[in-house]
């Protein structure tokens, strides 16, 4: 489970208020070089949408961001999610993602919260908001006293940085908003979404 996003190494972070739209988003990720999705639990239909995206969507890795409470982790298991990802990690939250057998991705935001995570069996964490709290010179700081801990740099990312992140030995993947708006989803702007992530894939691509 924890190779599920090995290759898939920028994840674009969404917020789908029609679910009408989720499909028609995925086949423009794809068709940018993107398989993996995360769908944020900010809007009514959030959980609609995910599930429209299992059905119709079948071979996206598919994610469920913004897990505040143990209830989003079982509606996002019964969803169909892949994966999942939190903006913090609260002990009630804890322990539910210690008993899903999603994996799950509880977000850090210093060295003592990451290792925390590392203790309760998180190897694989999530660094949020990632340029606020010292971004890519944050990560590569505390690499070498905690080299077993990896983690996916999201908040401020974009395509003038993302590589700074992806160098990183301890950088598996960077999440951000910025490949898919909610006003190009709205809007319906899929050429858009499909440009900034055949874009992103290359850059994450480049040597």
Known sequence: MSD??????VIPVVAIEDPDNAVELCHALNRGGINAIEVT???EKAIAAIKEIKKHCPKMILGVGTILLPDDVLASEDAGADFLVSPGLSPNLKTALQKTNLLALPGTASPSEALS?????????????AEAVGGAQLLKSIQAPMPKVMFMP???VRTSNMRSYLDLPNVYAVGGTWIATMDDIKNRDWASVEKKAA????IASAK
Do not use: D, H, S
């Open 4 to 9: 599920l996003l090995n290759q898939c190494p």
């Open 41 to 43: 639990l900010r809007t």
């Open 117 to 129: 995570a590392y203790e309760a069996g998180f190897q694989k964490v999530k660094l949020f908001p």
């Open 154 to 156: 999201t908040g401020g």
């Open 199 to 202: 874009e992103a894939v290359q």
